[in-house]
Every structure is written in structure tokens, then in C-alpha cells.
């Protein structure tokens, strides 16, 4: 059985820093893109980053270039999201997810930002 | 690519059709010949759970009065009789063009 969880949300202060996390299971992470998709409140679902097979390549949202880094250790089926210089709009529910399928999708974990 | 979806609000009587439309600025046809075009339901607090994928595959578990439909730029959703459990916020996706993949704004389903 396919299951993602996503873990490292936290309330934090604008400017502040957060480091998610994404264990996977079910499935041979290392085959697959990985995407993390964002939720803010009362708001609709939008894409914020993909990774490759093996991290060399990534893409992420206009909006948090400069700011976020996406990873992966494939010997630990986990995904990253590195969250730096966090801003009240970055408030959301962060789930991750397979790229082109999101097939699975994650309970999410919910950062906050605010001063 | 802008995913524009309609309605945005739909409310159904039980037991009545229901239909969503996705427009997309452009094409969704891929070079491998696949149309990337995903549905998405969102029931009230909770995660969102792919329907249909690839326009008109609809995943394991979904219920068979659920359907996808379209090509090329214009894309529907159908349930052929609406239920309780149906209520949610449904998006399209498009994974064919892509970084950024996209979402429609979202079609809120209520029961009337």
C-alpha cells in the first residue's frame, strides 16, 4: 500500500526557517518524480516544487524561488522541502505527492507564519 | 497554462446530474500522445483524492456514476447522480505543460 507523510510543520515567525519532511512507502521512491503541492487556508491546491529520480533536477513555483530547496534521499524514501525566509503567505497545509500522477496524496502538515 | 473551471459554485439536489467544466489556455496533448489532464476531489477537511486521471480513467474505488470526458483544451466531469458523500471542492490538473503544473480555481459542490 502507497502511503506518504508529511511531517516538520510548525508555527514559526516571519523570516524564520522550516525543514519538511515526506516518508514514503508502498513503492520504489527512487523511480519517481516527486512534487510538493501547498493548501492555504480556504484557498485552492497549488504546485510549489518538483524533484527528478536522483535530485538533479528541480523546478519550482515563482514565488518561492530563492527561498525553498527541494531533496531527496532515496536510501530513506524520504522527501524535503528546506522552507528559508518564510512569509504570512507561505501559511498552508503542505502535501507531497508523485509527479505526473498524484495518485497518493499525504494527510499534510501545517505551517504557519505569523509574527 | 490557465485551468479555468465552471462553476464555481454547483448545488445539486441528491440524486440529480452534475457537471464541471475545465478549459484550458492551451492544448493538453502530450508528445507521448497522453492528455495529463487529472480530477481531483476534496471532501470537507480532508486531503485531496485523485478521481480520474489521463481524462477519463477513473481510479480504483471511485464510484462508476463518476465519469471524465474531452480533449484537446475542454475537459468535463460528470456525476451522473449526485450523493451526500459527493459533497467537496473538485479541481482539475494539468501535469502535460509543466514546471508549473496547474490547478483549476476549484468547483464547491453542495447538496440543495
Known amino acids: 500500500e502507497v502511503q506518504l507523510v508529511e511531517s516538520g510543520g510548525d508555527l514559526v515567525q516571519p523570516g524564520e526557517s522550516l525543514r519538511l519532511s515526506c516518508a514514503a512507502s508502498?513503492?520504489?521512491?527512487?523511480?519517481?518524480?516527486m512534487s510538493w503541492v501547498r493548501q492555504a487556508p480556504g484557498k485552492g491546491l497549488e504546485w510549489v516544487a518538483n524533484?527528478?529520480?536522483?535530485?538533479?533536477?528541480?523546478h519550482y513555483v515563482d514565488s518561492v524561488k530563492g527561498r525553498f530547496i527541494i531533496s531527496r534521499d532515496n536510501a530513506k524514501n524520504t522527501l524535503y522541502l528546506q522552507m528559508d525566509s518564510l512569509r504570512a503567505e507561505d501559511t498552508a497545509v503542505f502535501y507531497c505527492?508523485?509527479?505526473?500522477?498524484?495518485?497518493?496524496w499525504g494527510r499534510g502538515t501545517k505551517v504557519s507564519v505569523s509574527a | 497554462v490557465v485551468l479555468t473551471q465552471s462553476p464555481l459554485s454547483l448545488p445539486v439536489t441528491l440524486g440529480q446530474p452534475a457537471s464541471i467544466s475545465c478549459r484550458s489556455s492551451?492544448?493538453?496533448?502530450?508528445?507521448?500522445?497522453?492528455?495529463?489532464l487529472n480530477w481531483f476531489q476534496q471532501r470537507p477537511g480532508q486531503s485531496p483524492r485523485r478521481l480520474i486521471y489521463?481524462?477519463?480513467n477513473r481510479d480504483s474505488g471511485v464510484p462508476d456514476r463518476f465519469s471524465g470526458s474531452g480533449s484537446g483544451t475542454d475537459f468535463t466531469l460528470k456525476i451522473s447522480r449526485v450523493e451526500a458523500e459527493d459533497v467537496g471542492i473538485y479541481y482539475c490538473?494539468?501535469?502535460?505543460?509543466?514546471?508549473?503544473?496547474?490547478f483549476g480555481q476549484g468547483t464547491r459542490l453542495e447538496i440543495k
Open positions: 489521463k481524462i477519463s
Open positions: 508502498g513503492f520504489t521512491f527512487g523511480l519517481h518524480w
Open positions: 492551451q492544448s493538453l496533448v502530450y508528445t507521448d500522445g497522453n492528455t495529463y
Open positions: 524533484i527528478n529520480q536522483d535530485g538533479s533536477e528541480t
Open positions: 505527492s508523485r509527479l505526473r500522477s498524484f495518485d497518493f
Open positions: 490538473m494539468q501535469a502535460t505543460h509543466w514546471p508549473p503544473i496547474t
